[in-house]
């Protein structure tokens, strides 16, 4: 059972029924997952999310697609941690960290796949697809192989070891292509025309990103029934930072929460690839694309999507963006992992330097409650790190050469 209605074209408005489309033939504008929302308020309560598995799955009733027929590895209900040691390095108060690392395979994609792949299996698709840049390739080829459909995996051919490893195990089909994330989703976007097959940012992306309010709903859960004052979160196509700001106002128009949600959002982004960033910032209503040129690859694309509508939430809701160096992400990493102990890829340096940054420029303040959105794994990305973190010391097996390499005091 689910309450979709049908999807809406968010420029013009019109409606269009539960299908796998993703444009509106009108205006070309995207579409967007409607509910009825009278019938989730009058099905859904706390107790019964309490009761539901621990997973994404437990919000069913405010997702698009069937539990019945989940694509199910275990997405979300990652843990939210109190980080009071980088609350502190940062000077400021409340600070949370989202550790969506601990994800089936170790990104918040796995969110809007299993959504995306359980719609894709509804409307009787035998072959999953994507174009990736990284994350959604490892995330694809698993839920696939979990759910019995063959894949097609699209990359640039640049990425990082540890991606093309962890997506080709699963055995699918992993296409490197030569050129960068927006070439890669040029052709995929040809290809959907082409054959029959649910890529889920493409032809699948109104139920895929839908995914991403997961992430909201577990943080206001998790706050024990609360709104944050303040989000950051990474920005690659921008999605995942419409979805949370949607996420929330959802729990309000249900009813799961009794008051308006007043959540300043933010939006993290590297330096080599900040076109959404670069517009915040100069005060422009203009995305223009970039050519990426950055370590925070699965952040990296030119052409962003979902550029405006995330431009606008972060405007209207008071939040600020950063566009931070490779330094600045690497820093970040660091520090994450030095005061919370929690190891990220790139994509979460992006955020914890943003989060920096911000606090710094007083743009996020110490009287606020701050979530930040780590949702990337560390080991995925190990390449940025070369060079700059090793051993401590390297010796020859024996006391003499340890004591003469560290100088110790009891403790
Ligand atoms: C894909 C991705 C994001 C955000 O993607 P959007 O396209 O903005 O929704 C954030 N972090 C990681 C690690 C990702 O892989
Ligand atoms: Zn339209």
Request: proline share 5%; charged share 20%.
């Amino acid at each position: 059972m689910t309450f979709i209605k049908q999807l809406t074209c968010r420029e013009c408005g019109r409606a269009y029924e539960v299908a796998p489309l993703h444009v509106c033939e009108w205006c070309f504008g995207p579409l967007e997952a409607s509910y009825d929302y009278d019938a989730i308020a009058a099905s859904v309560t706390r107790e019964k999310i309490a009761q539901g598995p621990s997973s994404i799955w437990r919000y069913a009733d405010l997702l698009p697609a069937d539990r019945g027929s989940a694509v199910d590895l275990g997405a979300g209900f990652t843990p939210l941690v109190r980080a009071e040691r980088l609350a502190g390095a940062l000077g400021l108060g409340e600070v949370w960290i989202k550790n969506d690392t601990l994800n089936p395979t170790n990104s918040f994609k796995d969110r809007v796949v299993a959504v995306g792949l359980s719609k894709a299996l509804e409307f009787g698709f035998k072959t999953a697809a994507c174009a990736s840049t990284g994350n959604l390739a490892n995330s694809v080829a698993a839920h696939a192989t979990r759910a019995g459909m063959k894949s097609y995996v699209f990359i640039p051919s640049n990425l990082e070891s540890g991606k093309v490893i962890a997506t080709a195990i699963y055995g699918g089909n992993v296409v490197a292509v030569d050129g960068n994330y927006d070439d890669v989703n040029r052709l995929c976007a040809e290809l959907a025309g082409t054959y029959p097959w649910a890529f889920v940012n493409v032809n699948l992306r109104p139920y895929y990103a839908e995914g991403s309010k997961t992430l909201a709903f577990e943080t206001a859960e998790q706050l024990g029934w609360r709104f944050p004052d303040h989000v950051v979160v990474p920005m690659a196509s921008g999605s995942q930072l419409t979805k949370i700001r949607k996420g929330f106002e959802e729990l309000a128009k249900v009813g799961l929460i009794d008051e308006e949600p007043d959540v300043r959002v933010s939006g993290a982004q590297a330096l080599g690839c900040s076109p959404i960033a670069a517009a915040f910032l100069s005060g422009s209503d203009t995305i223009k694309p970039v050519k990426p040129s950055t370590i925070a690859k699965s952040l990296a694309i030119g052409n962003p999507a979902d550029g405006y509508f995330a431009l606008d939430v972060v405007r209207n809701s008071g939040g600020g963006m950063a566009a931070v160096t490779d330094d600045e992400i690497i820093d970040g990493m660091k520090l994450l992992a030095r005061t919370e102990g929690i190891f990220t890829e790139t994509a979460g340096g992006v955020t914890i330097a943003t989060l920096k940054k911000l606090a710094e420029d007083g743009v996020i303040r110490p009287d606020e409650c701050v979530v930040a959105y780590i949702t990337g794994h560390g080991l995925k990305t190990l390449e940025a790190l070369t060079g700059t973190v090793g051993p401590t010391a390297t010796i020859a097996p024996t006391i003499d050469a340890f004591t003469s390499a560290f100088d110790i005091d009891e403790e």
